[in-house]
């Protein structure tokens, strides 16, 4: 399966789609952005990076292919 089909099953929102796509998608290209926007005067926030990381999954079922 490419990633593009792993995409869209994502974004219909299929578990085993987002659970497949979190890890390889995350840490090998938005991890960093992530972490660096989860910072609070130097320190991270776990928080603030689970809200991160809710938002983009969002974004992910809201895009249209």
């Not at 290209?29 to 660096?36: G, Q, S, V």
Request: charged residues 25%; hydrophobic residues 50%.
């Amino acid at each position: 399966m490419n990633f593009e089909d792993l995409l869209r099953r994502a974004k219909e929102g299929e578990a085993e789609a987002i659970q497949q796509i979190h890890p390889v998608w995350f840490h090998r290209m938005y991890r960093p952005l992530l972490i660096k926007n989860a910072m609070e005067l130097g320190i991270f926030d776990e928080d603030l990076y689970q809200e991160l990381c809710a938002a983009l999954l969002q974004c992910i079922r809201m895009f249209t292919i």
